[in-house]
């Protein structure tokens, strides 16, 4: 399984990035697919997941209203929308994959940098 991720950069706060990342080599019947963060000198954070059934999704109080993860069917692709950034939105995000979990992904993606200046 392999994730590709793009859209990552810098912006000022109070600004929007897109995040995208195909997922390629899936051959299991489900699917989660969502991301993380890292940023330095914190603990890695969940940022949001969909379950390609149903469209379920889930986003954590720090996001919630600014972000949007959505899913393109045809072609195993997820984007993330990111509104309203802030300072503290800034770090390392990683597009990951699950066949069922949304919190214990267990496939990684290569992460892509957000930075936003304040």
């Known amino acids: 399984v392999q994730l590709q991720a793009s859209g990552g950069g810098l912006v000022q706060a109070g600004g929007s990035l897109r995040l995208s990342c195909a997922a390629s080599?899936?051959?299991?019947?489900?699917?989660?697919m969502g991301w993380f963060r890292h940023a330095p000198g914190k603990a890695r954070e969940f940022v949001t997941a969909i379950r390609w059934r149903d469209g379920q999704t889930d986003y954590p109080d720090g996001v919630k209203g600014r972000f949007t993860i959505s899913r393109d069917n045809g072609k195993n692709t997820v984007y993330l929308q990111m509104n309203s950034l802030k300072a503290e939105d800034t770090a390392v995000y990683y597009c990951?994959?699950?066949?069922?979990?949304?919190?214990?992904?267990?496939?990684w993606g290569k992460g892509t940098q957000v930075t936003v200046s304040s």
């Open positions: 990951v994959a699950d066949r069922n979990a949304f919190y214990g992904m267990a496939f």
């Open positions: 080599g899936w051959t299991f019947g489900t699917l989660v």
